[in-house]
């Protein structure tokens, strides 16, 4: 359970515990490291995930485990200790989140804490090394030093002596981006920088005055300034090899380009940025039929595919005096993994066997990748950037969401799995499922897109079929919402204006019309107080902060002309009670809890009226009338919720965010799970 959800236990009866996890930070570079021969860890917002790709025989609770950062802050970086003893969690962007200023005055520059690894107890804290977040981490290769890098605006190249939490050098690293940092395995003391237009070689020194880093950019000379994606070194550390962003790769040595490899004069080694560099050692058989030791250079690039290279070959080209500057070159093996896929790292365990290699893909997954024959597995799948919206069933363990990589996915809470995924032409930007009244099955699904599509989703076993695709905006739709009887729908969009639908059998979208508005709406809803004699009232909230709400009186309204879905709008201004922290709320269908996201990451549970035919008697009772009043909070995320849904038995919650996190949590109380039955909530 979560330390800051079990401290609120302790108080009330109901308990909040973190079940899955099913985001991945999947475009953050090196966001994914082996921390044992078995299990990867990779982050997402401020959690990290412990994830066993190799025991399949595992229980699930010990394949999947998680941990948040310490002050409930972005993670930035994740480094693993070459002995696989210690994990380095260095934190990112501080968000939203409330560090109890109120009882710890402290700074809020970003730290590293160490943990001991597998017991995850903090053994070290590292203070100083970045103004604002860490962008990246490596142990060296003895375990004895910890280089960090921070992101803008500093940029600050950091060298700890981490087990006596000080810091032995810092320099600045570059202007701009630093995409890579890593250790020379032969050369004590020597690393490389690499990332926006530039790639830097260092050496800590011994100086008069003490212990120095210098820093030499690399020169591009006549070669044309490009980024640098990834680098590896030769064994004896005199020459590098480098990635660039166009994909060809240059060989350094002194800080200059020796050589320049493509596999011919118009065509690059990978179509695109070459994201990762990893060397392979392969014993083959040489033309006497002898065993003898090969190197293999292997890159992977955005254009998904993974290739080997003759590692030898490259270092005698380079070596050898007076070549041409451009070498063509040939692989000796490639693999091309799909169209969704873009490999943003590859990962190595230190098994033995290093033909299986873990793919980052930057489109939301994680591949093994099997060298000897080319077959891949997805061994985890997730959005790729920010969570728009979420929703859940009402009547079977099915929830979906839609983000910005233009998918729409259905999960199964109950398999604890994804089961599939849509694709669109444009992103995902709202989602709801449709009402009872219209959908007793609850497998319609209402999704909006930021190019002003509403489409209507039907699921099947296997897919979403789309049954509507109707086109009312001009631009992103940012809110839906229906009126209290299911019969219609507005969607509220950037184009400033609002469009309303009725909905006929089977999901069948029926336009009325659409009003124009003077500012760009945040949120729209229909008034559903019983107070409310007209049922067609809808509030539109606006994006400025202070703005007064913008009340249409009705939608029942005449149109300006025959030839023309404009309606004649009446208007007029109440003030805003919102919350403004409030960017999400929802009744479970049960009626038991009310859940509500905020605009700084935390969700809110609280628990409504009970049927006291449910309760317990005598002092259980007493408990139940107490927790009633009482409200779970919890800092799940680093950033805005885009939504947030108790599922229709009432045992979990689900939150998605602008992170790209997607948690479900499990909602217990001291007698047991909360089960949904007959229109109440049991206690079992």
Known sequence: ???????????????????????????????????????????????????????????????????????????????????????????????????????????????????????LVLKKTLRGGAK????????????????????????????????????????????????????????????????????????????FTGLKLHGSLGKFGAEPLSDVCATCESGDG????????????????GGLIETKFCIDEEITCHDGAINSMHLRRVMMRDEMREQQQRVQLITAGEDGYVRAW??????????????????????????????TVSCKNLIVSDDSNNNKLVVQNACGSLLELDLADGTSQEIFEAHSGAIAGCDVSFVSPHFFTTGDDKTVRCYDYSQCKLLFTSRFQARGTVLKVFPKVVDTSSRLVLVGFSDGVVRVLLRSEASFIVLESVKPHTDAIVSIDWNSEGSKFATASKD???????????????????????????????????????????????QKKGDKVARLLSTNLPKISTDTFELEACFVSIENT??????????????????????????????????????????????????????????VHVSKITGVAVTYDDQYLVSASEDGSLLLFELKSKFGSYKYRKDCVKVI
């Open 310 to 339: 003759d590692a030898d070959e490259i270092w005698t080209i380079v070596e050898t005096p007076e070549t041409p500057f451009v070498q063509k070159i040939k692989p000796i093996f490639e693999y091309y993994l799909g169209d």
């Open 1 to 119: 359970m979560d330390d800051d959800v079990a401290a609120n236990a302790t108080s009330h009866s109901l308990r909040v515990d973190l079940k899955r996890n099913y985001g991945l930070n999947s475009v953050r570079r090196d966001n994914v490291a082996f921390v044992d021969r078995e299990t990867i860890a990779f982050s997402v917002g401020n959690l990290v995930q412990f994830l066993r790709v190799k025991n399949t025989t595992a229980k699930e609770e010990e394949e999947n485990f998680f941990m948040r950062s310490r002050r409930l802050r972005e993670i930035g970086a994740i480094a693993v200790h070459p002995e696989r003893t210690f994990v380095a969690l260095c934190e990112g962007e501080i968000g939203c989140v409330n560090e109890r200023r109120e009882e710890e005055e402290e700074d809020e520059c970003a730290r590293v804490d160490v943990y001991a690894y597998p017991s």
């Open 238 to 253: 005199k020459i590098t090899l480098s990635g660039t962003g166009s994909g060809a790769i240059l060989a350094w040595s």
């Open 496 to 542: 400033k204006t609002i469009f309303l639908f009725t909905v006929e059998a089977k999901g069948k979208l029926a336009p009325i019309g659409f009003v124009r508005l003077d500012k760009v709406p945040k949120h729209i809803e229909y008034d559903k107080s019983k107070s409310t004699a007209d049922k067609n009232v809808i509030d539109i909230y606006f």
């Open 578 to 635: 919102s919350v403004e922290e409030v960017c999400c709320s929802q009744t479970s269908h049960s009626g038991r809890f009310l859940v509500q996201g905020f605009v700084n990451g935390s969700v809110s549970l609280r628990i409504l009226n009970q049927n006291r035919s449910e309760e317990k008697e005598g002092e259980e009772e007493a408990d139940f009338a107490h927790e009633e009043q009482v409200w779970v909070e919890k800092k």
């Open 132 to 207: 604002s977040k860490y962008a990246l981490a490596k142990f060296s290769p003895d375990g004895t030093m910890l280089a960090t890098v921070s992101s803008a605006p500093d940029y600050l190249l950091t060298i700890w002596d981490w087990e006596n939490e000080s810091s032995i050098l810092r320099c600045k690293a570059f202007s701009q981006e630093v995409f890579g940092l890593s250790f020379s395995l032969t050369v004590y003391g020597q690393l490389t920088t690499w990332g926006t237009g530039h790639v830097r070689f260092w050496k800590m020194a011994d100086t």
